[in-house]
Every structure is written in C-alpha cells, then in structure tokens.
T-cell receptor
Framework: ETGVTQTPRHLVMGMTNKKSLKCEQH?????MYWYKQSAKKPLELMFV???????ENNSVPSRFSPECPNSSHLFLHLHTLQPEDSALYLC??????????????FGPGTRLTVT | AQTVTQSQPEMSVQEAETVTLSCTYD???????LFWYKQPPSRQMILVIR??????QNATENRFSVNFQKAAKSFSLKISDSQLGDTAMYFC????????????FGKGTRLHILP
C-alpha cells in the first residue's frame, strides 16, 4: 500500500452503535489529521496529531474520540452519533521537520451514514 | 486571520480547451505555501500543485500551471488541454509552513469538462 489509506470506505451505523474509522499513512510522515466534509460546507478540521500528541481539537463533540497510537496510524472512535454526523471523513498526513510543516496528503475518505 | 476566496462556484468547458480557476487570499504573512487540491467524484482529495511564496517562478505540473501574483494575493490555476478526467471539485488552499498551523481551504470550484 502507498500513500494514505482509510478503512472502511463506507459505513452505515445506527445512533446507538460504536464503530471506529482507521487511517494509515505509508509516507513516513509524523503529523496526522481528521477532517469532516459535509455537503455544501467547507472542509472542517477536527483533530491534529503531531508526533502522536494531539495538538488540535476543533470543538468537536465528545462522541468523536481520536486515537493515535503511533505516527503511522490514526483512529476515530464513534459512539452515539447523530444523523447530522453523516458526512465524508477524510484523514490526511504531513511531514513536520522542526517547526516547519509541509503539504498534507489525503486518504480516500470514509463515507459515514448515521441512521 | 487568513482567508481564501474562490469566486467561481461552478464552471464548464469543452474537452481540450484551456480553463483558468481563480483564487484570492488575504494574509499579512510573507512566507507561506499555496496549493490547489482536486477532489474528483471518487472523493479522494489529490494535491495538484504547490507554490512557495518566496519563489517568483510559477509552479507547473504537466498540464497544470499557476499564475502567482504575490502583491495582488492572487493564485489562479490554469488547466491546459482539459480532459474528461479533470472533472472535479478544485480547492485552493493556504498554509503557513509552521508546525501547529492549519491549512485554510477555499469553498471550491466545481469544474465540468464536457465531451
């Protein structure tokens, strides 16, 4: 596998379910990101991890819980979601050297539908 | 705060024509990156081209080139010899090359290449 991969590509879940989204980057990067993309809305940054440390939580509800066990893997744990959480969830990664950051590379996304 | 504006929500051109997508941005920074990302119907966000603000030379990648006007804060994307596979949403993006900074995305331009 190359680049940034995400699984599953599609997910349908009920409001009481617990599920997890997985992201893996094969680019040797050390920062990872979760974005939410809803119809007719700009891309929303949710979480940022630099060197496995969470550095950004963009006022995301606690029903979304990120986990970054190492610089190659990122998870988004989902619990008691709402129908308005239905969206495309994109993972991205980038290289950081010292205080300098570089462009982000995106995965194919997980299309989430909450019923 | 930085902003990115794409004034063309939607465009259509015939295959093989040249098309230019507009982007303006606002910043007081002197060192930054600008990007164009493409998101085709498959939904994967793909980095098309990157420009460092300190470089006067416009970036090019095969059929894709930019017109970077730093003083005017303008960063347009030109697609030459357009192909059906260029049909996608195109996002202009701004980033300060700093470790904990975010990419700022425009709202996107939906480009249709017509056969």
């Amino acid at each position: 596998e190359t680049g940034v991969t995400q699984t599953p590509r599609h997910l349908v879940m009920g409001m009481t379910n617990k599920k997890s989204l997985k992201c893996e980057q094969h680019l040797g990067h050390n920062a990872m990101y979760w974005y939410k993309q809803s119809a007719k809305k700009p891309l929303e940054l949710m979480f940022v991890y630099n060197f496995k440390e969470q550095t950004e939580n963009n006022s995301v509800p606690s029903r979304f819980s990120p986990e970054c066990p190492n610089s190659s893997h990122l998870f988004l744990h989902l619990h008691t979601l709402q129908p308005e959480d239905s969206a495309l969830y994109l993972c991205a990664s980038s290289k950081i050297i010292g205080q300098e950051a570089y462009e982000q590379y995106f995965g194919p996304g997980t299309r989430l539908t909450v019923t | 705060a930085q902003t990115v504006t794409q004034s063309q929500p939607e465009m259509s051109v015939q295959e093989a024509e040249t098309v230019t997508l507009s982007c303006t941005y606002d910043t007081s920074e002197s060192n930054y990156y600008l990007f164009w990302y493409k998101q085709p119907p498959s939904r994967q966000m793909i980095l098309v081209i990157r420009q460092e603000a300190y470089k006067q030379q416009n970036a090019t990648e095969n059929r894709f080139s930019v017109n970077f006007q730093k003083a005017a804060k303008s960063f347009s994307l030109k697609i030459s010899d357009s192909q059906l596979g260029d049909t996608a949403m195109y996002f202009c993006a701004f980033m300060k090359p700093l470790r904990d900074d975010k990419i700022i995305f425009g709202k996107g331009t939906r480009l249709h290449i017509l056969p």
